[in-house]
Every structure is written in structure tokens, then in C-alpha cells.
């Protein structure tokens, strides 16, 4: 083990498969990386030999939360967990369904005793993350509970859906859980030709495994006495389900949902396969192989269906001999894809909802669903689906326990990602070698075979060094006892054998006796520390009060500050608004002065154009008085203007109006004539008119 000081963190995994289990191999290596990341790895389950598990320390409990309750009978006082009003009632339902312990006050009391001193051994270890083996177990629940109620964080881990292969939060072969859910495995986004290229390397690998989970399975029993039927009729492999650890057999809602809504368990679930075979085919050969955690055994009284019942044969070798396979929910199901074999399911599970299998949920479905599944009936693009979410399952989703297993996750993942919660603890906590002596301690007080305790557990709990002053004192004894008893010439068998006795009787005493004050100064130490924290609590809640008032003094003058801000905001929102208003009163005088202007501008304008009328009138009429006054001299002179005397003249004068010739005669005013003389000598042959344009007025 570590340097204690090195090792902070402690990591708990529960796993109550058998100790021979090939899981306990990968877990120790998982714990050994963790050490080298500071944090020891605690691994609670079933007694067993794992001495070759270097990488864990092992806690043995009972399988079952009543078997534990019973055997720590020495724990004073039920749990006072908040959680115990609402866990008491699942707890017993599990119980009732996995160890099928009666309902009754013993029952109760027990899982009551289990919960307050597993409430005491998580406060003496303080583990940083928690991984339960399944959420179904009444451990894995009691865990999970626990670490609800002290914000703890935990994982359910299990097998994936393949082999060699962990997940976390998603349980391989029962629940469906957020990660089952995600809406990226509805349709992975994979190219088709990266889906064929990993596919065909995860397909070897499992076609070559050799040794599997179950040791059931790893005999080497060739497949025979199967004959197909003559006439050709269909070979159905049914792979049964472990129905406990699987949820199927849950059907009560404080237990969780159930995930079989016809079919109660794997023998029902063949039963009704051969069935429906019988209604379905004339002829047909029903392959059964069970779980081997849910053994039964499927009776040949079909009438047309040849039963075969399939204990010890490797299930592979049977893929390979059926058209079509059967499973309520089982980690086989891959098989089916790998195999290329129709795969038909009975219940939910992960693979459910995705189109990728032929789902029954009704004597009816599972009819159509095995007539479809032996003719193949769109297999081909429910596979094709299969292997891109299976590859982007191994993209994402699978820890691979062994490193030629194709996928990106490996185990050294896993290890960085538990790694990161080493600090999640409390400052004051020990090293982790110190609370699990701690916790030897308290187990030796609460056990009540203390007296069976074995040389590591006695010096965990009396301590090093009594461990090594009670043994060469009780050697001195010995040794001194005997010599006195050669001396008197007492030394007998039986003698010996008395001495040895009394030796033994006061080596139990003795190490009881420490046992006790070893307890005792734990829990002094450990009362010791919680006064301590309580005092330091206290300081603190003293420090945040005086926080706490410096914080409302400083919120008050802060809102004084904004009082006075809010007020100055105020005056200038009102300067401000004067202004405006100002403002819209010149817009409004402003547009009163342009359209004033623009009306002046007007005017101006209609008089430049009348001053010009009058100004070509006025040159008009200087043109012709000019020409008149020029005329009249010219008279004076001599000048013949006979034409302008007599009749013609007075003719003239009647209906010629000089300014009317001008104003219609541009041109005769541009030259300066006078408009008699030119009318009379030019204008009238040329036929000019005598009136201006608009005038109707001679």
C-alpha cells in the first residue's frame, strides 16, 4: 500500500459476483493505477479468495442487506439517516425479490441496523466517488441513497452490452438509463465506410474470444444432437435473461419499472416462443439456452416444436446452427448482429425503440415478429442500423477492459476520470491507510465473531504497537509458566495442555480487553475531532456573521450612494426634460418661420414677374411716344405725311390703339418704330393684327 500521506482519496466499488470472476482481475489493475493517483481503492462484496487482487482492499458483507443487518448485531441503535422513511420500503422490495426475505418486523429491523452502520462507515472512510454494480441490487441501492443524501458522486457501473467491455450510468443488461436515451444514438453520425471498417474489427474480435464472463461458458462442449427437420422447418436459438439482476421481474413501482410488460421471467418468455412457433410453423426446432444465473428447464410438450434444452453448449455455436434468435434482454444480443441473425426481443432494453430488432410485446407481435425474423424480412437495413450505433457504442460509450478490444475508452480512462475527485473530502480528513484502520477497528467492535479475528484484523484493531507488547509479554508468560511447571516436575501433556489453555483464554481476554480501549480511544479521538469541528464550526459561523454584518453595513452605504445617485439622476432627467420640451416649442416656431419664408419667397417672386410686365410696358410706351415725338418733328420739317391726314386718317385714329399694335407686334417695338407709321406703310399689307394676344379690345 501507498504512503498514507501519499493516498488521500478513497474510491468504494461494490461487485458481488463470485470471486473467481474475471471483473475482480480488472478492477485490482483499475486499483492499482489508482494508488499511483493517491486514492485507495475499497472494493466491497462477497468473501472469496482475492489475494491475487493486489490493486483493492476487500470488505466481505452478505449479498443480502438483512444477512448484514443480522451480523452486526453488536451496532447499538437504528440509522438516523434522513433517507431511512423513503429507503425502508424499496429496500424491502429488493430484499423481498433477490433474497426473498419475508415481510416482517425482523426484516425491517435489520436493513434499519444495516443502514446506521454502513451511516458509520461512511463516516469513517469519507470515500470521494462511489461505483455500484448495477442499480438494481439492495446494496447498489442502499449506496446510491447514501450517496444522494451526502452529495456524493456516484456511478452505476456494470458489463456493457458486449463482452470485455465496462459501462458507466448506462447498465449493459438492464436499465435504460439517460445514456440509453441520448438523442445522438438515434442516428449516429458515422460515414459508412469508417461504420464497415470498425465493424469488421469488432466483429473478429468477438467471433475469436475465447474466454468468457461465465464459467459455464468457457466449456468446450461441441454442439450436436440438433437435426434440422426434413422438411426444412425453422431453427430458433432463445437465449434466456438473468430475470433478478436484469429489472424484468421488478413489478412493483418501488422496485422499478418493469421491463417486460408480458413476459415475468426467462422460462415464460420460452414457453411462449414455442408457442408461438407451434401456431406458426407445421415444423420447428426450439433451441434453449438458459442464463446460467436463471437456470430452468423447457419441457418437449409441443406438438410439431422439436424442444432442445442447451445447459453447457457455448450459445455461439448454437448462433451458428439457428435462422433466428430469441432473448427477453440479455449482453447476446450483439451476437445476433455479429452472427447475422435475425435477433427478436420480448422486452425492453437498449436495443428497444431503434428498429434494429424485430420487438414483441403481445402473443400477436411475437407471431408476426418470428415469421418476419425467420423470412429475413427487412434484416438487412435493421442490421445496417445495428452496426452504426454499435460502432458509435464503441466509439463513446464502452470502456475497454482489455487493450486489444477495439474502441476508444480504456480503462486508464476510467482511472483519470475517478482520479479527479481525489480533493472531494473534507480538509480535515486522515490519510486513507488511517480511516480504513479506523474502520477495522469499528468492524472488530460490531462484529460478533471478534474472537475469529484474523492476525492482520487483531493488529488493526488493538494497534501496532499493543499488538507487538501483548505478544512477547504473553511469549515471556509462556515461556516462564512452563519453565516453573519443569522445575515442580508438573509438566505434563495435560498440564501443558491446561497452560496452553489458560495461555489462549488470557490471550482472548487480553485482546478483548484492548479491542475495547482501542474502540474506546477511537471514538474519544473520534468525539475529540467532532468537538473540534464543531468549535471550528462555530468560529467560522462567528467569522460569516461578522461577514455578515460587515456586508450589510457596506450594502447600506451602498445604498445611500444610490439613493443620492437616483436623486441626482433624477434632477438632471428633469433638466433634461425642460430642455427638450424647449426644444420641440423652437421646432414648432421654426417650421412657423419657414413656411412664413417660403411664402415671402412666393410673393417675391409673383412680383419680379409682374415688375417685369410692367417693365416691358413700360418700354413699350417710351418706344412709342419716342417714335411719336420723332414723327411730329418731322412734320414740323416738311416731312410728307399726307397719308396721315383726311378720312384715312380719322379712320385710323378711330380703330388703331398704338400700345395694343406694340404689345401684338414684338417685334415692330424692338426696332423702335413708331406703330402708326408702320401699320400704315408695312402692317396692313402684311395683314398684322392691331390687338395683343388675351385683349379683345381694339
Known amino acids: 500500500m501507498v504512503n498514507d500521506r501519499e493516498l488521500k482519496g478513497i474510491v468504494w466499488w461494490s461487485c458481488f459476483l463470485e470471486s473467481h470472476d474475471r471483473i475482480y482481475d480488472h478492477i485490482s489493475s483499475i486499483g492499482e493505477q489508482l494508488l499511483l493517483r493517491g486514492q485507495q481503492l475499497v472494493v466491497i462484496g462477497p468473501a472469496g479468495d482475492y489475494s491475487r487482487c493486489v490493486g483493492f482492499f476487500h470488505i466481505a458483507v452478505p449479498f443480502s442487506i438483512v444477512e448484514q443487518g443480522r451480523k452486526f448485531s453488536n451496532l447499538p441503535g437504528p440509522s438516523v439517516l434522513p433517507m431511512t422513511a423513503t429507503a425502508l420500503p424499496e429496500l424491502m422490495e429488493a430484499e423481498r425479490l433477490w433474497s426473498h426475505a419475508p415481510n416482517s418486523f425482523d426484516t425491517e429491523f435489520s436493513i434499519l441496523r444495516a443502514l446506521r452502520y454502513w451511516e458509520k462507515i461512511f463516516e469513517i472512510m469519507r470515500p470521494s466517488v462511489i461505483l455500484t454494480w448495477g442499480s438494481t441490487l439492495p446494496f447498489s441501492k442502499l449506496l446510491m441513497r447514501l450517496a444522494q443524501i451526502t452529495q456524493t458522486p456516484c456511478y452505476a457501473a456494470e458489463r456493457g452490452l458486449t463482452e470485455d467491455t465496462l459501462m458507466v450510468n448506462l447498465l449493459g443488461q438492464c436499465q435504460i438509463s439517460n445514456i440509453g436515451l441520448r438523442l445522438s444514438f438515434i442516428e449516429p453520425a458515422i460515414p459508412a465506410e469508417e461504420v464497415e471498417r470498425e465493424w469488421g474489427s469488432i466483429e473478429s474480435y468477438y467471433r475469436s474470444l475465447t474466454i468468457r464472463n461465465y464459467a459455464l461458458s468457457n466449456k468446450s462442449v461441441a454442439f450436436a444432437g440438433v437435426d434440422a427437420p426434413a422438411d426444412g422447418g425453422p431453427i430458433v436459438l432463445y437465449l434466456g435473461a438473468f430475470d433478478v439482476g436484469s429489472g424484468m421481474s421488478f413489478d412493483s413501482v418501488r422496485a422499478g419499472d418493469r421491463y417486460a410488460n408480458w413476459i415475468r421471467h426467462s422460462g415464460e418468455g420460452a414457453r411462449a416462443v414455442a408457442s408461438s412457433l407451434q401456431r406458426s410453423f407445421a415444423k420447428a426446432t426450439l433451441l434453449v439456452k438458459p442464463h446460467p444465473a436463471t437456470s430452468f428447464h423447457l419441457h418437449n410438450d409441443f406438438e410439431g416444436v422439436n424442444v432442445v434444452n442447451c445447459h453447457d453448449q457455448d450459445f455461439r455455436l448454437l448462433l451458428s446452427q439457428c435462422d433466428a434468435c430469441v432473448t427477453p434482454i440479455s449482453t447476446t444480443q450483439i451476437y445476433g448482429f455479429i452472427y447475422d441473425k435475425p435477433v427478436v426481443t420480448l422486452a425492453n432494453g437498449f436495443f428497444a425503440g431503434r428498429d434494429i430488432t424485430y420487438e414483441a410485446v403481445d402473443d400477436g407481435s411475437l407471431d408476426r415478429a418470428l415469421s418476419a425474423a425467420v423470412g429475413r424480412v427487412g434484416w438487412d437495413e435493421k442490421r445496417s442500423r445495428a452496426k452504426s450505433l454499435i460502432t458509435a457504442l464503441f466509439r463513446e460509450e464502452f470502456v475497454g477492459l482489455s487493450d486489444d478490444l477495439p474502441g476508444r475508452l480504456k480503462a486508464s480512462h476510467l482511472v483519470e476520470h475517478l482520479a ?112 473540534a469541528q464543531e468549535e471550528q464550526v462555530a468560529s467560522l459561523a462567528a467569522r460569516c456573521n461578522d461577514l455578515e454584518s460587515a456586508l450589510a453595513n457596506a450594502v447600506d452605504l451602498r445604498q445611500v450612494e444610490l439613493a443620492q445617485r437616483e436623486t441626482i439622476i433624477q434632477r438632471l432627467n428633469a433638466e433634461l426634460n425642460d430642455v427638450a420640451r424647449k426644444l420641440d416649442k423652437l421646432e414648432e416656431r421654426l417650421e412657423v418661420v419657414n413656411e412664413d419664408l417660403q411664402s415671402t419667397i412666393e410673393d417675391r417672386r409673383a412680383l419680379e414677374s ?68 408702320h401699320w400704315e406703310r408695312f402692317g396692313r399689307k402684311e395683314g398684322r393684327t392691331l390687338k395683343s394676344p388675351g385683349n379683345d379690345e381694339a
Open 610 to 677: 409682374r415688375i417685369g410686365e410692367i417693365d416691358k410696358e413700360r418700354h413699350l410706351l417710351s418706344t412709342w411716344v419716342r417714335e411719336s415725338l420723332k414723327r411730329r418733328k418731322m412734320q414740323r420739317e416738311g416731312f410728307p405725311y399726307r397719308i396721315l391726314q383726311g378720312t384715312r386718317a380719322k379712320e385710323l385714329k378711330s380703330e388703331f390703339n398704338p400700345v395694343q399694335y406694340l404689345l401684338a407686334n414684338p417685334d415692330v417695338a424692338c426696332a423702335g418704330l413708331d406703330p402708326d407709321f
Open 420 to 531: 479527479r475527485f481525489v480533493n472531494y473530502r473534507h480538509p480535515s480528513t486522515e490519510g486513507a491507510a488511517k480511516r480504513i484502520q479506523q474502520f477495522n477497528a469499528f468492524r472488530a467492535w460490531t462484529s460478533p465473531d471478534s474472537g475469529n479475528l484474523s492476525a492482520d484484523e487483531i493488529k488493526f484493531a488493538i494497534g501496532q504497537e499493543n499488538w507487538e507488547n501483548v505478544r512477547s509479554e504473553l511469549a515471556a508468560d509462556f515461556v516462564d509458566e512452563t519453565l516453573k511447571r519443569m522445575a515442580d516436575g508438573q509438566f505434563s501433556g495435560d498440564g501443558c495442555l491446561a497452560a496452553t489453555e489458560r495461555l489462549l483464554q488470557h490471550v482472548q481476554e487480553t485482546i478483548d480487553l484492548l479491542v475495547r480501549e482501542r474502540i474506546q480511544l477511537e471514538e474519544e479521538k473520534f468525539e475529540v475531532g467532532r468537538v
